[in-house]
């Protein structure tokens, strides 16, 4: 039934396709079908039909924060790959959901605007990264967002502004109501200097590579910074670097980071994250917060 609904109406769509590449731990989780709306039209006639089948479904950017605790999704996997355009008005770019953070944050630095260089890291797409308020170096997305088109569980096109979105650390209106989807988001930026913004976003490139475990599977920081503390700290302090479990490994570089050695499932780093929020809980009394996506 799926597959001839695809087929009748074109769209692009893979079957029992391994998410392997399309998550940033390289998890090994099958998907029933993964398909790829080319435009917004096909998007709306692609979740009705779904919503009418009850056929379970997720949203997925750029797999940079997720973690999928299955090895097999029941269901479609949607990726807004083809939503990826961006547009310029003076100092506003209006950026569509599929489109990587980093790409328009580096595009917006050559054209001289400022204020998306804490982006230049996140490996987002702007959807996502909208959602979650995605954020580095004392910035986030609620620091320069105008506003974002949003498709509404109705299916209706409608405008959110920053305040309606209810931005908090790491999280919006978005986040908590994950039926409410970004087509777009535009930004509010400032004239800058592009020889200063190049050699800021050089040398936060140089920082990571020498702090953070990039060359390993791994979505980023796991943990919200609890107030006044670093959760790599209070990990570390905890002796935990390089607790592994079935691959799962707490980074030896930054303790903030999971890697997957190679064979970790999702169930492996959830584990894993489980052993780390025990250990601070008995000895700091800190419940850490996971900053990451557990997708069931």
Not at 151 to 176: A, C, G, H, V, W
Not at 188 to 200: F, P, R, S, V
Not at 269 to 296: G, P, R
């Amino acid at each position: 039934m799926i597959k001839s609904f695809f087929n009748n109406l074109n769209i692009t769509y893979k079957e029992n396709i391994s998410l392997k590449n399309y998550n940033t731990y390289r998890v090994n989780t099958i998907a029933k079908f993964l398909v790829f709306p080319k435009n917004i039209e096909e998007l709306k006639q692609i979740l009705k039909f779904l919503k009418e089948q009850n056929i379970k479904y997720y949203l997925l950017g750029n797999g940079s924060n997720v973690i999928f605790k299955m090895e097999y999704f029941d269901g479609v996997i949607i990726k807004l790959d083809h939503l990826n355009k961006i547009k310029y008005n003076e100092k506003e770019v209006t950026a569509e959901a599929g489109c990587l953070l980093i790409r328009l944050s580096l595009d917006t630095a050559e054209k001289g605007l400022t204020g998306m260089e804490f982006a230049t890291g996140i490996p987002g797409c702007v959807g996502a990264s909208v959602a979650m308020n995605a954020g580095a170096y004392n910035s986030d997305i609620s620091k320069i967002i105008k506003e974002a088109t949003i498709l509404t569980p109705n299916n209706e096109i409608i405008t959110m502004t920053k305040e309606q979105l209810l931005f908090e650390y790491r999280d919006s209106f978005l986040k908590k109501n994950k039926d409410y989807i970004v087509l777009s988001a535009t930004f509010e930026l400032e004239k800058g200097n592009i020889k200063e913004m190049k050699q800021i976003i050089e040398e936060r490139k140089k920082k990571r590579i020498a702090s953070q475990p990039l060359d390993m599977p791994n979505a980023g920081s796991v943990f919200r910074n609890p107030e006044g503390k670093y959760a790599g700290a209070l990990i570390e302090k905890a002796n935990l670097k390089g607790y592994n479990i079935n691959g799962a490994e707490v980074s030896t570089k930054h303790a903030n980071f999971i890697i997957n050695t190679g064979t970790a499932k999702g169930k492996d780093i959830i584990a894993l994250i489980e052993k780390i929020k025990k250990e601070i809980k008995e000895k700091d009394n800190i419940d850490l917060k996971l900053e990451q996506i557990i997708v069931e």
